[in-house]
């Protein structure tokens, strides 16, 4: 199954002509979700080959226009290209008044069901599932009332070993007794015990996505061990006083929440634009916790 | 003077990866006048190499998006980048309220001084002037309040005739009486006549610009005679009666005009999507007005 993303805006507020602000694309069982949408958004999806309407569900982080500013252009073009099927969209109760005061504006009626599910803020909580997926919300700490999303697989159902399918002759009809976990008699009445028979499905993959944030261990609970943790690494540890003023993180803080959080990976982004060589917000991330990667416009991670 | 103009996006509603939404920079006498601006215009005015905080006015002609969703970026950017002369922006009543409830959102406070200008759509009127130029509103035929906008230099002084500066000896303090047009008289009491000693002013260059309308005759008193008219042409000639009813105009349509108005030079633009190949609109409005050319993103134009 994959559970893939896409980074289409890995830089902080103002965009360059390499560097888009914040925009991710997460891939679950063909399946897309959008996770903020900032300024040329959909220009980045339409640069990387995407094709764009079959995005799903959007999940706006808060209202910081680095964050959101694509979004009405994005819904404008789906409209315009001809989209039918439903479109869900999760953001600040706010959020809606912003787009219904364009949408009238333009005497705009969009041609498909575009459904909107306020936010809360203010606790961590599911907001959607499917038989593949769920997402939680969690609050971060910020200047605005922000979250970050946690997307994680469901655990899939065990599979039968191959090798012993024929050999045991096993009818279909017990095919999904054995796949939830229930052992198998054959006719002769012998008993396999499930974990003979069977593997452990892969275990589920998970994603959490922290922008922006200032330092905070109230996270930890939702990004634990997480397969990759994306989280926004605005300045290094000498502008640490820079970043709490502005409720920003440093790559230390971003990698000693990794390491705490027992995380598989780290991914880093939402930079600001005096950087010009990321190299050294790179290094000084991996210094506190190895496993760290940085975003870049365009590139595309298989979780 | 300087008075040229620079396309910072051709196209119309959807953007490409090589034609952005309507967005015109106009140059006159070193200050910038952008009018409209599409989302991704702050990266198109990077892209192009202009010096954005040099924009002193916006004139965002109607709230459809394609014309003014990257307004909102590029007011936060500038911003973010320190800006703290002032900006003038002119536009539909309800733009003002777009802009100041995504300020709300974000809690942000501009550095600058922003004066909004609203715009009345329903009548020929001058919405600025300084020394070297006027900007007049006019109203065009489209489904929501849209405007032209007319850009026209002032009549310059006279300008006196350099062979004759040093042989008449003609003291400073006169200068300024030569050039507003009148006689001299010399220390003999000899008559020179105005005409005899200056050269007429350069005329005065004007831009008309066009977008978003149906064909209408009521805009040619507004445009007659300009130097660069600007009218969209979203579709070829053998889709008038689509064009009639998104209320936008043909090739034909727009060349016919520019010949009624005997305009020195028609740029189309505005293009609908479904045209990979633009040679056949630029041939076709050709066949009724040879002065046609056609807007490219990054093209530059001196008037």
Do not use: W
């Amino acid at each position: 199954m994959t559970f893939s993303l896409t980074i289409l805006g890995s830089n902080s507020a103002i965009p360059t002509l390499t560097r888009n602000p914040s925009a991710h694309l997460l891939n679950v069982n063909e399946r897309l979700y959008l996770i903020d949408c900032a300024e040329g958004t959909q220009l980045q999806i339409r640069k990387f080959h995407v094709h764009f309407q079959r995005v799903q569900r959007i999940f706006i982080s808060h209202l910081h226009g680095d964050h959101f500013f694509g979004l009405i252009g994005l819904l404008n073009s789906l409209h315009l290209l001809g989209r039918k099927e439903e479109l869900h969209l999760y953001g600040p109760p706010l959020l809606k008044e912003i787009l219904d005061l364009q949408m009238e504006a333009s005497q705009t009626t969009l041609n498909y069901p575009l459904f909107f599910h306020p936010l809360s803020f203010s606790r961590y909580e599911m907001i959607y599932e499917n038989e593949k997926v769920t997402v939680h919300s969690f609050p971060l700490l910020h200047s605005v009332p922000t979250c970050g999303f946690l997307f994680r697989e469901k655990i899939q159902e065990r599979r039968i070993r191959k090798d012993l399918l024929a050999e045991l002759k096993i009818p279909i009809a017990e095919m999904q007794n054995l796949k939830k976990g229930e052992d198998y008699v054959d006719e002769q009445g012998r008993v396999f015990k499930n974990e003979e028979i069977t593997l452990d499905p892969p275990s589920p993959r998970s994603y959490a996505y922290c922008s922006d944030t200032a330092y905070t261990e109230a996270i930890l609970p939702f990004i634990r061990e997480c397969d990759l943790l994306y989280h926004e690494t605005t300045f290094m540890q000498n502008m640490a006083a820079n970043a709490k003023e502005k409720q920003h993180s440093t790559t230390i803080e971003a990698a000693t929440l990794a390491k705490k959080a027992n995380v598989k990976k780290l991914l880093i982004g939402h930079f600001s634009a005096r950087y010009d060589d990321l190299q050294p917000l790179l290094e000084e991330a991996r210094s506190v916790f190895p496993e760290t990667i940085i975003a870049e416009d365009g590139m595309s991670i298989n979780i």
